[in-house]
């Protein structure tokens, strides 16, 4: 597992990326979500679950609201001034994610979507104030991320990465940047 900064100079957000592909999740994830076709097949494939838990039946309306979200959230993950605070837009994946404060599980969404909400998702381990680590992301059409296996996939993905950080001694903004120098020399 490789880590790498998302914005040169800064030691505040990092993303995952697997050694066999040339850009991280967080690229990836900001590449796949504005690409027309990848949203027309997800969610030809994905139509029921679109249809029932969102109640969006026109999938050029999906395609629409996809690549709105797309560009909102990555302008508040990635620009100045939203990216110094990404504790406003991260929330605990869960109750239990909630009590801790660091190498907790994390989500962030467009929250401000009345209607629908915002299916985005992109995924990260938070190891302490304002310091995240990427881990992926998904488009969420059902309730939990259990119930569809792309969604499974990246909750399993955040349990591995946050395994593997505490395997390595990682507990902290700190540990993490002195484990990320060492595995890159």
Not at 9 to 28: C, F, T, Y
Not at 60 to 85: F, G, M, R, V, W
Not at 141 to 169: I, Y
Request: proline residues 2%; charged residues 30%; glycine residues 2%.
């Amino acid at each position: 597992m490789v880590f790498e900064r998302v914005i040169e100079g800064k030691d505040h957000l990092w993303s995952v990326r697997d050694r066999s592909k040339q850009k991280n999740e967080i690229a990836l994830l900001f590449e796949q979500w504005s690409n027309i076709d990848f949203l027309l097949d997800f969610f030809i494939k994905n139509l029921e679950d679109l249809k029932s838990y969102f109640n969006v039946i026109r999938i050029s309306e999906a395609i629409e609201y996809t690549l709105e979200d797309c560009q909102h959230l990555e302008k508040k993950i990635l620009d100045y001034p939203s990216t110094e605070n990404l504790d406003y837009l991260f929330k605990p994946l869960s109750s239990s994610d909630a009590l801790l404060m660091e190498m907790s599980r994390e989500k962030a969404r467009v929250f401000d979507r009345i209607y629908p909400p915002s299916w985005l998702r992109v995924y990260a381990i938070r190891l302490e104030k304002n310091v995240y680590v990427i881990t992926g992301g998904a488009i969420k059409l059902t309730r939990t991320m259990q119930e569809r296996s792309h969604t499974l996939e990246q909750l399993e993905m955040m349990n591995k990465c946050k395994d593997f950080l505490l395997a390595n001694k990682v507990f902290d903004a700190d540990s993490f940047i002195a484990f990320s120098e060492e595995e890159n020399l």
